[in-house]
DNA sequence: ACAAACCCTACTAAATCAATAGGGATACTG
DNA sequence: CAGTATCCCTATTGATTTAGTAGGGTTTGT
């Protein structure tokens, strides 16, 4: 399962996304935006810092803004930065060793398709959809 | 990550696979070879039971059986009876729920491709490659 | 100097996981 | 038919993890 640390972490990146190229955006106003307890929000943000993801500015208009091209950020790498591994190597092998191995590997193909820029993309579709636009 | 609760369960199973065919075997004696807490080891197995995937014999002589060949049990669905999805349906549709589906999908397609015959087979040829037998 | 922002450590509350307790029902066996 | 070995059921407890909060400290632009 997906952890709301987690999803609270990939909201965020996609708010980031969102503002690319715009200057920072504040802990506050993500967390507005996205609906995160900006306490919380403040770790993960750190977190993320940590791990090269995103920096930050300090002071009066500061903030944070991601620190590569959101086209270059995939899913896998948020998630692996605040979850870890699904199926961490546990004590010695054994027969089910080989396909935790295999399971983890397919997981990670599936979540590194997919980078935030073409998730930018999906989700303006997904609100023309819920909001349709009626102008001629 | 895969439950303690999950593992014994898997274990359990490749237990039962071992001695198919020669008759049930006791909570004690499958608690015993796998090193797994008898009375948390009662709740997994009537857990399988309910689901379809042991049977139980009652009073003295009894215990438990595979209620199918074990070659016809995956692991997959082993997993998915006591942990449920792995990504389950969070509320309303989003940016990240095809992603999701998508994991879930690959998830499953590993762990249903192997089943516990196979996987005692594996621990056979572990079991000779840890103890090596020296006879002509 | 002040205020707006990020930074750090520690703590608490709630949920889940792991395991245990105490009996009850069933069935073979002598 | 008494006794014992087995599975069956519900509730409770203790440990661990997750989610969130508190209280202060540091940096920076004006």
Same mark, same amino acid.
């Given at each position: 399962?997906?952890?709301?640390?987690?999803?609270? @972490?990939?909201? @965020?990146?996609?708010?980031?996304? $969102? /503002?690319?190229?715009?200057? &920072?955006?504040?802990?506050?106003?993500? +967390?507005?935006?996205? !609906?995160?307890? &900006? *306490?919380?929000?403040?770790?993960?943000? $750190? %977190?993320?810092?940590?791990?090269?993801?995103?920096?930050?500015? $300090?002071?009066?208009?500061?903030?944070?803004? =991601?620190? /590569?091209? +959101?086209?270059?950020?995939? =899913?896998?790498?948020?998630? /692996?930065?605040?979850?870890? &591994?699904?199926?961490? &190597?546990?004590?010695? @092998?054994?027969?089910?060793?080989?396909?935790?191995?295999? +399971?983890?590997?397919?997981?990670?193909?599936?979540? !590194?398709?997919? !980078?935030?820029?073409?998730?930018? *993309?999906?989700?303006?579709?997904? *609100? $023309? @959809? +819920?909001?349709? %636009?009626?102008?001629?």
């Amino acid at each position: 399962m997906i952890s709301k640390k987690c999803t609270y @972490a990939l909201k @965020a990146v996609l708010a980031l996304t $969102r /503002r690319e190229g715009s200057g &920072p955006m504040t802990i506050q106003q993500i +967390a507005e935006l996205q !609906d995160i307890p &900006p *306490r919380f929000l403040e770790a993960i943000l $750190r %977190d993320l810092k940590q791990n090269g993801f995103t920096e930050s500015i $300090r002071g009066k208009e500061g903030g944070y803004v =991601l620190s /590569r091209p +959101a086209r270059e950020i995939s =899913l896998g790498e948020i998630i /692996r930065c605040v979850e870890g &591994p699904w199926f961490s &190597p546990s004590g010695d @092998a054994d027969v089910f060793t080989t396909v935790w191995e295999e +399971a983890e590997n397919a997981l990670n193909k599936v979540m !590194d398709e997919t !980078d935030f820029q073409s998730l930018l *993309r999906k989700e303006d579709e997904l *609100r $023309r @959809a +819920a909001v349709p %636009d009626y102008s001629i």
